[in-house]
Structures are given as structure tokens and as C-alpha cells.
């Protein structure tokens, strides 16, 4: 019996990344294969990826721009402009809200609800205030704050730690089988899976919401004719 859901945030309650990567692209010039090629050869170099040392709270978001804007020098032949990066991705994201009332939904019949999302901390304010986070979620554990990320086991086991703590009510340990898990990206709802944990991953609200609702046992929303 699932008695706790733990939710992604970016690309599930939220429009979809692409559209974020899209409009950096479009503004600056600098494509998403110029970039993957940059990055690529920095973790080469440097032994680690600069996005997930980013995302671990391993680099300031200051001292990755940098570093991506000094590989992408050469291959661009000119100085790229990396400055904005930050205003461009949160302009051309917005609350995904079917998805919202489905979380709110399952807060307000009783389950317990936690987000774990992979995110950048010079980021939070800006991705705290588009949602409503406190209202649903009781906890969030932050990639960036706690030096891990998906789809690393350790990360799934903090998330359940955390709620086991955080039990106001008394009502015991929570297992990985008494978890719903909902992610965009395969390879964290495979990781989540290989701990006992069920997972949906979200491709369309009108994919996920049914599969959500059917795990929870949440009804269908009223249509109005």
C-alpha cells in the first residue's frame, strides 16, 4: 500500500526542460550540441561532469559558467555569453498546474509528500517561488544541499530517512515498497525501482495523471458540462 508520494520538480511539476534549453539556445547561438560536446570534454578532463558536480553543490553555479563558457571559446571562436543562463531557463519554464492539484490532491487525502529533485543551489529561491512548495510538500531534499544526486541509491535512502524523521504522527517506518515516486527521466525511475520503490515515470500530463491516480486510488476530476 503506497503511503508516500515523492515527486520531481523540474519537467513534471513544471513544463518540460526542453523548452528551457530551447530558448538558451535560441538567444544565444550556442546549441544543445555544443554544449553536450563541451561538457563532454571537460568530465574527460577533469574526471567529473560539470552539470552533476554542479547539481551536487560540488561548484558554484558562477564557477561552471565559466568553466563552459571557457571550452566553448575555441570551438565557437568567440567569447559565448553564459551570463544569462539562469534568467533564460526560468522565463521559458512555468507551473505544470494539473500536476500541482493531482500533488495537492494526494497531500489533502493523507499521504505523506516529499520532493527530490537534482537543482542547482543558487537556484532555489527562484524554483521555490514559482510553486507552492511548503503547502504540499512537508519536506524537500535538494541534490545541492546534500552533495548527491539521482538516480544514486544514496539519494532515494536520505529521501526515506527524512520522512521516517519528519513523522509527526507517530505511524512507524516507512518502507521503499510504501513509496510512489514520479520523474521524468527513466534512468531515476529505473534507480528508484531497483529499491522496491514504484515509479511513474511522466512523459504528458495525459499519460502520468491516470497512472498517478490509479496508484494513489485518487479520483477522476469532476468534468463540468
Request: aromatic share 8%.
Given at each position: 500500500?503506497?503511503?508516500?508520494?515523492?515527486?520531481?520538480?523540474g519537467g513534471v511539476?513544471?513544463?518540460?526542460?526542453?523548452?528551457?534549453?530551447?530558448?538558451?539556445?535560441?538567444?544565444?547561438?550556442?546549441?544543445?550540441?555544443?554544449?553536450?560536446?563541451?561538457?563532454?570534454?571537460?568530465?574527460?578532463?577533469?574526471?567529473?561532469?560539470?552539470?552533476?558536480?554542479?547539481?551536487?553543490?560540488?561548484?558554484?553555479?558562477?564557477?561552471?559558467?565559466?568553466?563552459?563558457?571557457?571550452?566553448?571559446?575555441?570551438?565557437?571562436?568567440?567569447?559565448?555569453?553564459?551570463?544569462?543562463?539562469?534568467?533564460?531557463?526560468?522565463?521559458?519554464?512555468?507551473?505544470?498546474?494539473?500536476?500541482?492539484?493531482?500533488?495537492?490532491?494526494?497531500?489533502?487525502?493523507?499521504?505523506?509528500?516529499?520532493?527530490?529533485?537534482?537543482?542547482?543551489?543558487?537556484?532555489?529561491?527562484?524554483?521555490?517561488?514559482?510553486?507552492?512548495?511548503?503547502?504540499?510538500?512537508?519536506?524537500?531534499?535538494?541534490?545541492?544541499?546534500?552533495?548527491?544526486?539521482?538516480?544514486?541509491?544514496?539519494?532515494?535512502?536520505?529521501?526515506?530517512?527524512?520522512?521516517?524523521?519528519?513523522?509527526?504522527?507517530?505511524?512507524?517506518?516507512?518502507?521503499?515498497?510504501?513509496?510512489?515516486?514520479?520523474?521524468?527521466?527513466?534512468?531515476?525511475?529505473?534507480?528508484?525501482?531497483?529499491?522496491?520503490?514504484?515509479?511513474v515515470q511522466f512523459?504528458?500530463?495525459?499519460?502520468?495523471?491516470?497512472?498517478?491516480?490509479?496508484?494513489?486510488?485518487?479520483?477522476?476530476?469532476t468534468v463540468v458540462?
Open positions: 500500500m503506497i503511503r508516500a508520494v515523492i515527486c520531481d520538480f511539476l513544471t513544463t518540460p526542460l526542453l523548452q528551457s534549453f530551447m530558448a538558451f539556445q535560441d538567444q544565444t547561438g550556442i546549441t544543445g550540441e555544443s554544449l553536450g560536446r563541451a561538457m563532454a570534454r571537460i568530465t574527460e578532463r577533469d574526471g567529473a561532469h560539470p552539470l552533476y558536480e554542479l547539481e551536487k553543490g560540488n561548484m558554484t553555479e558562477a564557477d561552471y559558467l565559466a568553466k563552459v563558457r571557457d571550452e566553448l571559446r575555441e570551438e565557437l571562436d568567440h567569447e559565448p555569453q553564459m551570463v544569462s543562463f539562469r534568467e533564460i531557463f526560468f522565463a521559458a519554464l512555468d507551473p505544470n498546474e494539473a500536476m500541482i492539484d493531482v500533488m495537492r490532491q494526494a497531500k489533502a487525502d493523507g499521504y505523506r509528500m516529499a520532493m527530490l529533485t537534482n537543482n542547482v543551489r543558487e537556484w532555489e529561491p527562484l524554483w521555490r517561488s514559482m510553486l507552492p512548495v511548503d503547502e504540499i510538500f512537508e519536506l524537500v531534499v535538494d541534490s545541492a544541499f546534500v552533495g548527491m544526486r539521482k538516480p544514486q541509491p544514496e539519494i532515494y535512502e536520505l529521501t526515506l530517512e527524512r520522512l521516517r524523521a519528519h513523522d509527526p504522527e507517530g505511524l512507524g517506518d516507512l518502507g521503499f515498497g510504501e513509496c510512489l515516486f514520479v520523474d521524468d527521466f527513466e534512468v531515476n525511475c529505473e534507480a528508484a525501482r531497483a529499491l522496491g520503490i514504484e515509479a512523459h504528458s500530463n495525459e499519460q502520468a495523471l491516470p497512472e498517478i491516480r490509479s496508484a494513489l486510488g485518487l479520483p477522476e476530476p458540462e
